[in-house]
Nanobody, 128 residues
Framework: QAQVAESGGGSVQPGESLRLACVVTGYKIRATCMAWFYQAPGKDAGDREGVAAVDSTGDISYSDSVKGRFTISRDIAKNTLYLEMPNLKPEDSGTYVC???????????????????WGEGAQVTVQS
């Protein structure tokens, strides 16, 4: 059975960095698409916002909110997706959720309905 599990969240001060990891078991990430979604405090799963995505060809996309700041990458050998988050700001606080395996490749990379498998999320808190 496929599983998606995030790690690397935590509480940091503004300007500090975090690296989130998403390990997938049950299939090879090389053959599918994946993404990171942001869920703001107090919001539910339907309000998740896609922030970074990579498809099976390695093509990468970022939302305007993180473009130039965050970096998504994948380690095929480790079957793991990463999100590098340097210079964090208080408004970056929330839950970052990993999504994997495309349900419909015609749907936007940042749409929640595109993905089949979801992790529980990694909590990120940025405060002084």
């Amino acid at each position: 059975q496929a599983q998606v599990a995030e790690s690397g969240g935590g509480s940091v001060q503004p300007g500090e960095s975090l690296r989130l990891a998403c390990v997938v078991t049950g299939y090879k990430i090389r053959a599918t698409c994946m993404a990171w979604f942001y869920q703001a405090p107090g919001k539910d799963a339907g309000d998740r916002e896609g922030v970074a995505a990579v498809d099976s060809t390695g093509d990468i996309s970022y939302s305007d909110s993180v473009k130039g700041r965050f970096t998504i990458s994948r380690d095929i050998a480790k079957n793991t997706l990463y999100l590098e988050m340097p210079n964090l700001k208080p408004e970056d606080s929330g839950t970052y959720v990993c999504a994997a395996r495309c349900r419909n490749r015609l749907v936007s990379k940042f749409s929640v309905i595109r993905y089949i498998d979801w992790g529980e999320g990694a909590q990120v808190t940025v405060q002084s």
